[in-house]
């Protein structure tokens, strides 16, 4: 996976990243659906979609589940159209 944003914002100053603060990202399902994370963590999930945005053709996915939510018993794929 290239770490494209996650390149820009540190090379740009945009966003201090360099701590050794772990990404940490959570996802929460119930009446409604809940992405949160530190400012890596959603870098991260940032990159993970741009990824599968500049895939070269239809079907091409990620499964987020494996990539960043380990305790997530669903599937979580987004896939480009």
């Known amino acids: 996976m ?25 996802l929460k399902v119930a009446s409604e659906i809940v992405i949160k ?21 239809a079907g091409w996915h990620i499964h987020l589940d494996e990539q960043l939510f380990d305790d997530f018993d669903k599937e979580l794929i987004v896939e480009l159209k």
């Open 2 to 26: 290239k770490n494209l944003i996650y390149d820009f914002v540190t090379s740009s100053n945009l966003l201090d990243l360099s701590s050794n603060e772990d990404a940490t990202i959570e």
């Open 37 to 57: 994370g530190n400012r890596a963590g959603l870098v991260r999930l940032a990159d993970c979609i741009l990824n599968v945005a500049m895939a070269d053709f």
